[in-house]
């Protein structure tokens, strides 16, 4: 069973960038299909982008395309999100996911990180 834990999130203004870290431990991380999702207050969480588990298949929401980036260090356990040109409306809390390959759903997930970006 994997553990997860993000870092990264903070506050930040429009057009700036963050990246997200979410380190996992407890598994065999080649194994998982990694998704980084948000949920911000009052909307229901939404998936952002997602990476298969080699890293070579990426998909992203049509709300972040061109303007985030997934990648997977398979060596350190790793999954990152990269996070430019960010919006106000990508405000919200950033949950790092997992599922196993033949899996349908995520059932791993971090405790989440805040991203606040200001007007």
Request: aromatic residues 10%.
């Amino acid at each position: 069973q994997v553990q997860l834990v993000e870092s990264g999130g903070g506050l930040v203004q429009a057009g700036g960038s963050l990246r997200l870290s979410c380190a996992a431990s407890g598994g065999t991380f080649s194994n998982y299909k990694m998704g980084w999702f948000r949920q911000a207050p009052g909307k229901e969480r939404e998936l952002v982008a997602r990476i298969s588990s080699s890293g070579g298949i990426t998909n992203y929401a049509d709300s972040v395309k061109g303007r985030f980036t997934i990648s997977r260090d398979n060596a350190k356990n790793t999954v990152s999100l990269q996070m430019n040109s960010l919006k106000p409306e990508d405000t919200a809390v950033y949950y790092c996911a997992a599922r196993t390959i033949l899996a349908s759903e995520y059932a791993y997930w971090g405790q989440g990180t805040q991203v606040t970006v200001s007007s």
